[in-house]
């Protein structure tokens, strides 16, 4: 909008007509939003801006400019919305909503100059946050950070490396609801040497799938449980020219047990 406010939407359902239709002052376009689990809260990050509503009330509980700390597309809540994380150039955090109903940073994880957190994770039960970082002017390093929210602990820290000239960004993160698991998509590198799939317990380094697409991955969905993931991609390269593309459904880790037709001593 003009007036740099973003038009926001909100419908129940089982109705066409809003819940809610209302400017939320986000001081321009939208790069990145995410709406908690049951779905009363809303957060929503332009360049230079981060905007949290709260959908029963339909007010804004918390806001806060950014100058100076770009926004890549890195924000997420857990399922309450309870916790907010969101990262930027430099660095990325945790907020925590109190009693009172506003938010505050609970958490800093600091990152050398100039690496940007491009996605970021919370499990539902805000007990894990994942971060995928980039360093600008690095086409191939794509790092991932895990961390226990309780204790603040990184649990797992590593890098996956190509080669080329085509960016090897990450697409997405996704965490079990209990923040055991998480799975990653990535546009690869120009090699091949970086899968475009991979599935984590939150504190190994042992990946629970790797799978190398054809093309970079749009979008991928994990499953509550951790158990299944469903990952859309390209025919080539995000950068490349490509058409067609693939869907795929993955089984994550394997079946401690399983039990067919009836069961007998």
């Known amino acids: 909008m003009a007036s740099l406010d973003t038009q926001v939407t909100v419908f129940g359902p089982d109705s066409s007509t809003p819940v809610h239709d209302i400017a939320v002052p986000t001081f321009g376009l939208v790069v990145a939003y995410e709406l908690s689990a049951v779905g009363s809260t809303l957060a929503l990050a332009s360049g230079l801006k981060l905007v949290v509503f709260d959908l029963p009330t339909a007010t804004v509980v918390h806001e806060a400019f950014m100058v100076g700390n770009p926004q890549f597309g890195a924000i997420a809540l857990s399922g309450d919305g309870s916790k907010l994380a969101h990262g930027t150039l430099g660095k990325f955090s945790l907020m925590e909503r109190d009693a009172l109903g506003v938010y505050a940073e609970t958490y800093s994880h600091t990152l050398a100059m100039p690496t940007y957190c491009r996605r970021i994770e919370l499990s539902a039960d805000g007990s894990t946050l994942v971060a995928g ?133």
């Not at 546009?187 to 970079?216: M, T």
């Open 133 to 265: 970082l980039h360093k600008q002017g690095n086409a191939n390093d794509a790092r991932l950070i895990s961390i226990d929210v309780p204790s603040q602990q990184v649990l797992m820290d590593t890098t996956l490396s190509g080669t080329g000239n085509d960016l090897n960004l990450f697409t997405a993160i996704e965490c079990s609801e209990d923040g055991g698991r998480f799975a990653v998509g990535l546009w690869g590198d120009s090699d091949g040497l970086v899968p475009q799939v991979l599935a984590f317990r939150r504190d190994s380094l042992e990946p629970l799938l790797v799978d190398h697409l054809q093309g970079s991955v749009t979008s991928l969905d994990l499953s509550a449980d951790g158990n299944h993931l469903a990952v859309s991609s390209k025919g080539a390269h995000a950068m490349q020219w490509g058409g067609g593309g693939s869907l795929s459904l993955y089984r994550v880790g394997n079946t401690d047990v399983t039990v067919s037709g009836i069961p007998r001593s």
